[in-house]
């Protein structure tokens, strides 16, 4: 069976549809809203009980959590690309994609939901702040991981690391970022990068 991506480019399938795009893969693209009724009808809660995008299917294995599927798309076609063949940065890989969804996402996503997805009547300028205050914190983190002038959370080679974490703080510049040089010029490498281009590019084709 072909490799099959659920959901919109402008959701969180965008991570792995950049990973395909990384690895060079041949894929089908479901462009499932994560509005749409069908991610809550059965068919679709089959493969991602949560009823949300993105899902992946790929020869029988069908999987949900966008990070896992870029891990997963990583180290099944991508060994010495996206995904190191060293022990040790294999575990930096998952250290950074733990903190990209457990200390990253959530003010990230704070800010997004009380400055723009929510409608505006439900949108609490306090926790906005709160968020942006929370983020400040991790974003220092960053600008000091990059202070060796270290091109890449691992070192010299791009990783599925750097896709998970600059694809989770997207929103970078309004978030802070702009206090943070070196933090924004490994953000701005990640995303210049043709399969970053190409994925993103999906965005505007609808
Ligand atoms: N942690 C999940 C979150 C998935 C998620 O919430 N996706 C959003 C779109 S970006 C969605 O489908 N929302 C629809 C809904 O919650 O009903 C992941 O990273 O895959």
């Not at 929103?171 to 702009?178: A, I, P």
Request: net charge neutral; glycine share 6%; aromatic share 8%.
């Amino acid at each position: 069976m072909t490799l099959t991506i659920y959901g919109i480019a402008a959701s969180r399938a965008i991570r792995p549809l950049w990973a395909a795009e990384e690895l060079d893969l041949t894929y089908r693209h479901i462009k499932l809203h994560h509005a749409a009724p069908e991610t809550k009808a059965p068919d679709y809660l089959r493969l991602n009980p949560n009823g949300t995008v993105p899902a992946l299917e790929d020869d029988g294995l069908v999987l949900f959590e966008s990070l896992a599927i870029t891990l997963y798309l990583a180290r099944t076609y991508g060994p010495s690309r996206l995904w190191p063949d060293d022990a040790a940065d294999q575990a930096r890989v998952l250290q950074w994609t733990l903190w990209a969804a457990t200390e990253a996402e959530p003010p990230a996503r704070q800010w997004f939901h009380h400055t723009a997805f929510l409608p505006p009547a439900e949108r609490q300028p306090a926790l906005a702040a709160a968020a942006l205050q929370a983020l400040g914190r991790r974003l220092a983190v960053l600008e000091r991981h990059f202070a060796d002038g270290r091109p890449h959370l691992l070192g010299d080679d791009f990783t599925v690391a750097d896709l998970n974490l600059a694809a989770v703080l997207q929103r970078l510049k309004d978030l802070g970022g702009g206090d943070h040089p070196r933090l924004s010029a490994w953000h701005a490498r990640c995303l210049a990068r043709p399969a970053a281009q190409r994925a993103f590019a999906l965005r505007q084709a609808g």
